[in-house]
């Protein structure tokens, strides 16, 4: 294990939950900020953890995956579109909409990445111009339908947009939720219970299956996998779908669970954060997921500031211009792939595709 | 199935019976790649319980046919038929199932991989839907016992020295029940000691009732070791011979076609003064590990210094420190007196370093320029290439058709592009590009690695004349008969260091290879 990247990873979490700690302590028990902040975090941290372990899924298979970003758009917008459809034209209740939302946004994830696959394995497109096109289309898709569906005359939902069946409740962990103070952690939505089920799961898949063993041969050595009888395509095939699954999950998330509408151009750049996460993470699922609570905490930052702004003391007051702290994640990305952080080792045939 | 290799402790029995039942057979295999006809109908047979060599010059058609077996490829005609059954291989799962196993002439093993995952890959034992690793460790350490293969099975395959690996390449095959092995060219990486090992385990491995395919371009091996030799050239098996009824000469003669000289022609060397001086050299490679350790030698105008070594023992970033491709981390390298240490390729060329690279199609051409721009690379940015920053097509032009029929460059004219070449046309560009200037020092890295033995004939005398010219030449070689045949001096790299340096004249072929496999560092 790599304890010196936890360790700056530690570190860097440490000192921005410190800095609201120092702000908020007159007002509100430092005790009581940390676990708020905590819930936050792992919450807000949810799509950089699924869009993570998507890349993770794509590039330990050998496939370089920059399209996540637009895989978790085109999944929050047909994530949502089935969830009012199931809502308001066929009149089902709130929470059987949501799931069929989720479930359509895993499948519109999967169908994305099955594009990527293609273009990819058996094209042999160059990977990143692939991941382009994805996130091109994606933005077209989705603006365009957007627009189409709510805002034209005529169009099937008459110019306004419907009511939403709202967001997925939270769900309280028997028990531990009802410690007090630490208990609100455990008080969590269930996307983000799944993304850290899933956390788990991937890991033990990479390192302790046989589909994961043969993951990694085929990003590592496609060759010598085909040698011992592996079909290099199928598996990278299938992981790729895989890794569309997880950044559908995460495309869910932002308006399944955070807020019950969608924008255009919504995910704001998560999909590569968590690229970055993947990366600084080593390409490990526990790693990466580490990494994304670095991103989250930044965010999660911004978040608790709000309620402590009449605080903050003069000579801090730049903290007050929310787009300061609101850079923050950013700044913290180009710092990370600066590669502050020492070496990362990505897989050997990470994004080249495999000629006979 | 897997009584094969839990028979008992008996030893193998001294003398081997040659049974004469055919387990693999080829009939009339073709095989047609872009632009060569790889394989040309051949025949080829393989009886049970023997090791029969297939030899022949590099692109011969050998890995080729092994592939075509094996499943990797699909022939375009001919049938393979094993145990007596036509046999339809369409991939490795195929041939596997049949009993098939192959040691590739370059490793098919992951390296971030431990021993124990790279043999059970594609055939792992799985326990409540996690990988069994005990069950697996322990039947790797079975099969090494028995063939004293010495394989650990938790040991990261990145961390293993070359002939290890492939002890785990062959336990790969024998944890899969192979009965007939394919070995690809398995002494390329080798001693001449860990050859003899590997001998060792190859007897042992048919007094068990494996056959053996062993493909080497060496005749010596093929003599030495095999029950047949079948030799190929050009695609075509010219003919399958018993190794105590043929020699040397006569299979020098079926590999290539027609008499070859064995020993280069040169006259006693004059040396003169140091033009090459490396003092305590220190050389970190990609993975920031120190590969080469305060090395110190000189070479002498008119002289040939021969670096003999295992591949990977940091000749590759020695003699890229030398030209300026990668800076060195500690000492210094002075040329005809100047101090050039770390100073980047163009001062080293101007000083008068001619440099003829390891690996030709990344450093040592713009495989997508033409013969003529590529002939041009060292000095483009002189007059009469270029004035005023313009390049001079005509120059270039008459440059290259001077140096193509100069150095017998076989190309179809100066403005294809170098990638079209053939490998011992593309050397020859560089050659000539290199050596037609006005050098004093001319360090070769495996000049003649995969050429054709007309090519390798021509580098070799070019080498010597730059010598006998007076330049100081630094040649390294994995080849230790080449290294013998053109050096005046030897020195022996091993982990980074030169550990001997001798004269040629008085060397032998054997205390080379010991000072090779570390024998000094062991003993002293
Ligand atoms: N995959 C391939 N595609 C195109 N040409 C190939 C391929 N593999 C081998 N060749 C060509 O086929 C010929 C025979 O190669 P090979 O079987 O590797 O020879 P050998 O193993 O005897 O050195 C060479 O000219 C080589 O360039
Ligand atoms: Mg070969």
Known sequence: ???????VIALVIAILFGVVVLIGKNQTPPMVIITSMLATTIAVATPLTLGALSGIYCERAGVVNIGIEGMMLAAAFFGWLASIYMNSIFGFAPMPSLIVGVIAAVLSGALFALLHAALSITFKVDQIIGGTVINILAIGITGFLNRQLFFEEGSIFGGNVPHAPGILPSIRVPLLADV???GRMFDQQPITIAAIALVFITHYVLFYTRWGLRTRAVGEHPRAADTVG???ARMRYANVIIGGCMAGLGGAYFTLQSVPSFEPLMTNGRGFISLAAMIFGNWTPIGAWAASLVFGTAQAMQINLQF???????EWAFLKNSYIVGLAPYILTMLILTGIIGKTTPPAADGVPYEK | MTENYMLSEARPEPRRRIETNIVLEAKGITKQFPGVLANDKVNFDLRKGEIHALLGENGAGKSTLMNLIYGLHRPDKGDVIVNGKTAAIHSPNDSISLGIGMVHQHFMLIPVFTVAENVMLGDETIKRGALDRN???AKINEISKQYGLDADPNALVGDLPVGLQQRVEIVKTLYRNAEIVILDEPTAVLTPQEAEDLFRIMRDLTARGVSIIFITHKLKEALAIADRITVMRAGRVINTVLPSETD?????????????ILTVDKKDHEAKEAVLKVENLSVRDQRDLETVHHVSFFVRGGEVLGIAGVQGNGQTELSEALTGLRHPTGGKVFISGHDVTGKPPRVMTETGLAHIPEDRQRHGLVMSYSVADNMALCDYYHPPFSKRGVIQPKALDENARRLISAFDVRTPSPFVNAGKLSGGNQQKVIVARELSRSVK?????????????????????VIVKMRDNGAAVLLVSAELDEIMALSDRIAVMYRGQIVAMV??????REQLGLWMAGAHVETA
């Not at chain 2, 040397?248 to 070859?260: D, E, F, I, P, T």
């Open chain 2, 503 to 508: 004269e040629t004249k008085k060397s032998t």
């Open chain 1, 308 to 314: 402590f702004r009449e605080l903050i003391l003069p």
């Open chain 1, 230 to 232: 592996i079909n290099v």
């Open chain 1, 1 to 7: 294990m790599d304890w010196r990247r936890f360790g």
């Open chain 2, 135 to 137: 069950t697996v460790a």
């Open chain 1, 180 to 182: 007090p103070t630490f």
């Open chain 2, 248 to 260: 040397s000469a006569q299979l020098a003669n079926m590999m290539v076609g027609r008499q070859v």
């Open chain 2, 441 to 461: 020092l001319v360090i070769a890295n495996q000049p003649t690695r995969g050429l054709d033995v007309g090519s390798i004939e021509y580098i070799h005398s």
